[in-house]
Structures are given as structure tokens and as C-alpha cells.
């Protein structure tokens, strides 16, 4: 083996956007799954990083969900989906922190931090049921969409 699983691991959390601290991000990102590699751009003009909340509970939805993303870092440390893709342990800590998610999203205050936060949301919870499901497809499908949702979520709290 040429390290190909440390590098998948590598992008599966470069993917899952669990660096909490943005790390530049260019103008496109790129999630590569068993069948298929899928890349997102943003428009060229998209702010990388808008100014952190101002309003009282969307700067502490912000920051519960930073501290949830530092959780889900250390929950799928270690995790290679291409060799564990239904990893039940890390299935249920994902699907327990997209739980926390969902009581930071009713703390928000303006639409745009809810909808952000609602995104990461939904789709953490869809790879937790993914995983559980034990369909390998909609796994990277998931992985996908959860760092298309921290991308936004970065946005609209400034991480």
C-alpha cells in the first residue's frame, strides 16, 4: 500500500471541512469517492470569510458550532472510509453532533446564520444515515455535501 489510505484520510477531512480554522480555500474544492470525484467552485466573486455576528445569538450559534466542528474533527480522526465507510462508532458520534447542530440552529437570530447552520445540519445528519444505511455511494455523496455546508456555514459566521 503507497499511503493511499493516509491520504484519503487526509482529504476525507479536508472534505468533511472539519478544520476549523480556515486553511486559504481556493476557488474550488474537490471530494473524490470510490466511482466518482465531484469538485464545487464557488463564484468568483463569493467573499471567502465574512465579518464574524454581530447579533447576540448568532455569534453564539457561531461559536457552538465552531465547537461542535473541533468535536467532529476528533470524532473522525483516524476514520479512512474507503476501508470503513460504515465505521459505526464515529456513524453515531456524527449523528450525535449533527443532534447538537440542530440545538445551535434554534439559537441563530438571523436567517442567514440559521440557514447555514440548518445546511451543516442536514447534511451531517444525512452521512451519519448514510453510514448506518451501509450505502457506500451515498457515504461520498454525504461527505460531499457536508463540506459544500461548511463552506457556507464559514461564511455566514466568519470562521
Given at each position: 500500500m503507497s499511503g493511499r489510505p493516509t491520504r484519503l484520510?487526509?482529504?476525507?477531512?479536508?472534505?468533511?471541512?472539519?478544520?476549523v480554522g480556515a486553511c486559504g480555500g481556493g476557488p474550488a474544492s474537490t471530494v473524490t469517492?470510490?466511482?466518482?470525484?465531484?469538485t464545487v467552485t464557488a463564484s468568483?466573486?463569493?467573499?471567502?470569510?465574512?465579518?464574524?455576528p454581530t447579533a447576540t445569538g448568532d455569534k453564539l450559534a457561531c461559536d457552538d458550532m465552531q465547537t461542535v466542528m473541533a468535536k467532529m474533527t476528533k470524532a473522525?480522526?483516524?476514520?479512512?472510509?474507503?476501508?470503513?465507510?460504515?465505521?459505526q462508532t464515529v456513524g453515531t458520534?456524527?449523528?450525535?453532533?449533527?443532534q447538537d447542530?440542530?440545538?445551535?440552529?434554534?439559537?441563530?437570530?438571523?436567517?442567514t446564520v440559521r440557514d447555514g447552520v440548518h445546511q451543516s445540519t442536514v447534511a451531517f445528519t444525512g452521512l451519519a444515515r448514510a453510514m448506518a444505511e451501509k450505502k457506500k455511494t451515498k457515504v461520498f455523496k454525504a461527505i460531499g455535501q457536508t463540506r459544500i455546508a461548511y463552506s457556507k456555514l464559514k461564511l455566514v459566521c466568519g470562521l
Open positions: 484520510a487526509a482529504v476525507l477531512l479536508l472534505s468533511l471541512g472539519l478544520t469517492g470510490p466511482t466518482k470525484t465531484v468568483p466573486s463569493a467573499p471567502t470569510k465574512a465579518p464574524a473522525a480522526a483516524g476514520w479512512v472510509p474507503t476501508a470503513r465507510p460504515f465505521d458520534r456524527i449523528r450525535l453532533l449533527a447542530m440542530a440545538v445551535d440552529e434554534r439559537k441563530a437570530t438571523t436567517a
